[in-house]
Nanobody, 127 residues
């Protein structure tokens, strides 16, 4: 079964850096739109980043709350996408998810009916 597996995250340092990997199995990530979300306790899911695919590959969106602190990169050979974030704040405490979809509209515009989700990674940044 195609799926996404996340690794990294955990207990971070205030002002430190975070790196989470999201590896695809059973499909090629490069063919998909990719997004990163997070959900803090008691809050709605928040889309942090999205990049389109195919004809929409030039579409990139980064949430204001992480702009300038967040970098997303791909390693095609490892079929993996990485989220890196620096200058961590206590407000960054959340469960982080990667997601992939053949449709940038489903993933990056409406964020519904998404093909694949990672299992989620807890990140804690103590204040």
């Amino acid at each position: 079964q195609p799926h996404l597996v996340q690794s990294g995250g955990g207990l971070m340092q205030l002002g430190g850096s975070l790196r989470i990997a999201c590896q695809a199995s059973g499909f090629t990530l490069d063919d998909y739109a990719i997004a990163w979300f997070r959900q803090a306790a008691g809050k709605d899911r928040e889309r942090l980043f999205c990049v389109g695919n195919g004809d929409s590959s030039g579409y990139t969106e980064t949430a204001d709350v992480v702009r300038g602190r967040l970098t997303v990169s791909r390693d095609k050979a490892k079929n993996t996408v990485y989220l890196e974030m620096n200058s961590l704040k206590s407000e960054d405490t959340a469960v982080y998810y990667c997601a992939a979809d053949t449709s940038y509209f489903h993933l990056c515009v409406i964020s519904e009916n998404i093909d694949y989700w990672g299992q989620g990674t807890q990140v804690v940044v103590p204040s």
